[in-house]
């Protein structure tokens, strides 16, 4: 796997564009991040993609993009149409990854959590599982077996979502910005007025679900198995200070779409 790649993942809430250096004589199992925007309005895509290409011309040879939400994906393809850019791999079935994926449904298991646990799968060690926690509009925490299999695991709301619900299902509580929640050290307990009290419950009320959803996975190892913790997505920065020993792996699932969609089977 040679060469560089530009890579788009379409999220729920933003989409991430990332150059990507891919290098078989690479020390780095993971295809290396040159450069990446995140961003928040789908109109700024096609702009962003054209100035990346260009910047990063002639290297960069091809285009891959996925995303959990088909029709965005369409819309941000859609694109391409009117673009000097060739248009990009689609990566937006369970076919199209290197993964072994034991769950009730493998057609419904969301896109980028497969796509973080080829990732995944490129730097663990032989024999060790993975614990990988994605933190974005939606939080999943899922269990990558030592042999490799993506076998399910947990989503419960995100930081944003859980602030926006708390606003919108009653009548006094302020919406609290995640951004906010950015501080170090965490925030203190107790909460001395309505918005600290808002900040310690999504802080700390998150980061004790993760923490009971990475032990009940770590539970059903061998007690001499060795599990490892990555921590991804647009929350990492805000929880990981509550994970110390967690590897900040920031943009998991787009290294895992560069890694398939660069397959030979594709190429």
């Given at each position: 796997?040679?060469?560089?790649?530009?890579?788009?993942?379409?999220?729920?809430?933003?989409?991430?564009?990332?150059?990507?250096?891919?290098?078989?004589?690479?020390?780095?199992?993971?295809?290396?991040?040159?450069?990446?925007?995140?961003?928040?309005?789908?109109?700024?895509?096609?702009?962003?993609?054209?100035?990346?290409?260009?910047?990063?011309?002639?290297?960069?040879?091809?285009?891959?993009?996925?995303?959990?939400?088909?029709?965005?994906?369409?819309?941000?393809?859609?694109?391409?149409?009117?673009?000097?850019?060739?248009?990009?791999?689609?990566?937006?079935?369970?076919?199209?990854?290197?993964?072994?994926?034991?769950?009730?449904?493998?057609?419904?298991?969301?896109?980028?959590?497969?796509?973080?646990?080829?990732?995944?799968?490129?730097?663990?060690?032989?024999?060790?599982?993975?614990?990988?926690?994605?933190?974005?509009?939606?939080?999943?925490?899922?269990?990558?077996?030592?042999?490799?299999?993506?076998?399910?695991?947990?989503?419960?709301?995100?930081?944003?979502?859980?602030?926006?619900?708390?606003?919108?299902?009653?009548?006094?509580?302020?919406?609290?910005?995640?951004?906010?929640?950015?501080?170090?050290?965490?925030?203190?307990?107790?909460?001395?007025?309505?918005?600290?009290?808002?900040?310690?419950?999504?802080?700390?009320?998150?980061?004790?679900?993760?923490?009971?959803?990475?032990?009940?996975?770590?539970?059903?190892?061998?007690?001499?198995?060795?599990?490892?913790?990555?921590?991804?997505?647009?929350?990492a920065p805000i929880?990981?200070?509550g994970f110390p020993?967690?590897?900040?792996?920031?943009?998991?699932?787009?290294?895992?779409?560069?890694?398939?969609?660069?397959?030979?089977?594709?190429?």
């Amino acid at each position: 796997m040679t060469g560089t790649v530009l890579a788009i993942d379409v999220g729920n809430s933003r989409i991430k564009v990332g150059v990507f250096r891919c290098c078989e004589s690479s020390e780095s199992k993971l295809p290396e991040a040159v450069e990446i925007r995140v961003i928040e309005c789908p109109g700024e895509v096609k702009e962003t993609v054209e100035s990346l290409w260009e910047r990063h011309q002639p290297d960069c040879g091809t285009g891959i993009i996925a995303g959990s939400q088909p029709h965005r994906v369409s819309k941000v393809q859609g694109g391409w149409s009117s673009s000097r850019i060739p248009a990009p791999r689609i990566v937006d079935r369970i076919t199209d990854v290197t993964l072994e994926v034991h769950v009730d449904e493998p057609d419904k298991a969301g896109l980028d959590r497969l796509l973080n646990a080829v990732a995944a799968n490129a730097v663990r060690g032989a024999s060790e599982a993975v614990i990988i926690v994605d933190s974005g509009t939606a939080t999943t925490v899922d269990y990558i077996s030592p042999e490799g299999a993506f076998t399910g695991g947990a989503i419960l709301p995100g930081l944003a979502l859980s602030a926006r619900a708390l606003h919108q299902y009653t009548e006094l509580l302020p919406l609290v910005p995640v951004v906010d929640l950015r501080s170090d050290p965490p925030p203190k307990m107790p909460g001395r007025n309505t918005r600290e009290a808002i900040h310690n419950g999504l802080y700390y009320g998150h980061v004790g679900a993760i923490r009971e959803l990475c032990r009940q996975l770590t539970a059903a190892c061998e007690p001499s198995q060795t599990v490892r913790i990555m921590l991804t997505g647009g929350g990492a920065p805000i929880l990981a200070s509550g994970f110390p020993d967690a590897e900040r792996m920031p943009w998991l699932s787009l290294q895992g779409l560069v890694l398939s969609g660069t397959d030979s089977r594709f190429v």
